[in-house]
């Protein structure tokens, strides 16, 4: 037999199939007690019965006239009768008998006392010397019923005892079984990135030991990835100083050197550095956004920090971008750096991969849905699963890091939403787009409200 999978189940099984086979024994110990004891019981009642006939038989057939003569006894009203009995003499003529004895059944005197035949169990007495000897017989069937009876009162209880205790202990585990339910819960309501030690004080003696298993793993990974984060971040800091004086260096080559070759290899050398900076300030802002706090306790205009965004890139790229912003403030909790990152990030990826004759779409709506959109060719529909991972470029020959949509979907995982890139666009047979939806606090007042 196969147990099932669920410890509730299991349980349930094991215990009902315990408190069965306990029921079942007990039932049957019980029974064969009490037959016994019926049986003698039982004997005892012949016993009496053969005692208390005898004397009153001894007076009625000495006081006859005549002698050898059957006489049976009249019946008084209809009832069952166990107890059957007749009277002889020492000669085996039947003087008495009761009116539905059947002489068939009583075997030849054998002697006072208890004898058992294949239907019934007899008790002989005698008295005057034994001239008058008096058997009464009772069916073993009459034992037998009362037998089945007893099984019965046993037996049937356990119709409906089984099946309650069975729901009893369904219902008691599962009672025992709630600190469990309530943990997988809080492991559930997890986001992958909460490492935070998971409360497990109201679990159980036997499972504690896991609840702090888990708690001490939660912690070792949260500090191996806290390590390779504070790695990416230090690492790219320290790079910014000498990746810029090694710019500058390189910058002043080109200037005071003649030499056409020499300055030919002094600006690619400029343009490797400046792309290895670019690489350097991604790894920053992924440290950024996997590690750093994104929700703060009170709340900004998204819109200032586009403006200040999008200003800052205008200067390298004039009249490239269509910023839309509401008139009324758009109020969230998110942190201006990381709306910033995703803003910076979205833009220059617009521009990176846009066509270079037209305008970059930029709007921020008032439930809080950032958009940026830029005309291009499409974007293979495979491709496109793939440019939110980290170092996926569209094609082999473009440039940039692969870093800034991963960024920008590693924000949007820890900020509870998505980002949903298309290619065309809607309404559109060309062109990419791509969408976020950030935290307002009017998306959280509509929330709550949908919620009552």
């Known amino acids: 037999m196969t147990m099932p999978r669920s410890l509730q189940m299991r349980l349930g099984v094991s215990l009902g199939i315990l408190l069965t086979l306990l029921w079942i024994a007990a039932a049957a110990t019980t029974a064969v007690m009490l037959r016994h004891e019926m049986d003698r019981i039982f004997d005892s009642s012949l016993q009496e019965a053969a005692q208390r006939l005898l004397p009153l038989a001894a007076v009625e057939i000495v006081g006859r006239e005549e002698e050898g003569v059957t006489q049976h006894l009249a019946d008084l009203r209809d009832h069952d009768e166990f ?9 085996g003529r039947i003087l008495l008998q009761s009116h539905e004895a059947d002489p068939a059944i009583f075997p030849e005197w054998d002697g006072p006392g208890f004898h058992t035949t294949a239907t019934h169990r007899l008790y002989g007495e005698d008295a ?16 037998a019923t009362a037998a089945r009876d007893v099984w019965a009162g046993l037996g049937l209880p356990l119709l409906v005892f089984i099946p309650a205790a069975l729901l009893a202990i369904v219902l008691t585990v599962r009672s025992g079984l709630a600190p469990l339910r309530h943990y997988r819960d809080r492991l559930a309501a997890r986001s992958p990135r909460d490492l935070a030690p998971v409360a497990c004080n109201d679990l159980p003696v036997e499972v504690a030991p896991v609840g702090l298993a888990v708690n001490v793993l939660l912690a070792q990974l949260k500090s191996t990835f806290e390590a390779e984060r504070t790695f990416a971040a230090n690492a790219a800091h320290e790079l910014r100083t000498p990746l810029a004086g090694a710019i500058a260096q390189a910058q002043r080559i080109q200037v005071e050197t003649k ?32 590690g750093g706090r994104l929700r703060l306790d009170h709340l900004s205009d998204l819109r200032i920090t586009a403006r200040l965004v999008v200003d800052d890139i205008e200067r390298t790229a004039p009249n490239r971008i269509a910023l839309a912003l509401p008139e009324h403030p758009v109020m969230s909790d998110l942190d201006p750096d990381a709306f910033g990152i995703i803003c910076r990030n979205l833009v220059e990826n617009a521009l990176r991969h846009g066509a270079s004759d037209e305008p970059i779409e930029v709007s921020l709506g008032e439930d809080g849905t950032f958009r940026v959109a ?6 293979p529909t495979e491709a496109l699963g793939r440019l939110a991972r980290r170092f996926e470029r569209g094609t082999a020959g473009t440039e940039g890091s692969g870093l800034g949509l991963a960024i920008v979907a590693s924000i949007a995982d820890r900020i509870s939403s998505k980002l949903t890139l298309q290619s065309p666009g809607p309404e559109s047979s060309s062109g990419f787009e791509a969408v976020l939806v950030l935290p307002t606090a009017s998306r959280r007042l509509n929330e709550a409200a949908g919620a009552r």
């Open 83 to 91: 107890l059957t009995y007749i009277v002889r003499d020492d000669e």
């Open 259 to 290: 030499d056409t070759g020499a300055g030919h290899r002094a600006a690619e050398i400029e343009a490797s550095l400046k792309r290895l900076a670019r690489i350097a300030e991604r790894l920053l802002q992924l440290a950024r956004a996997e």
């Open 374 to 379: 830029n005309e291009g060719p499409v974007v």
């Open 128 to 143: 005057l010397q034994g001239t008058i000897r008096l058997t009464v017989a009772e069916p073993l069937a009459h034992r």
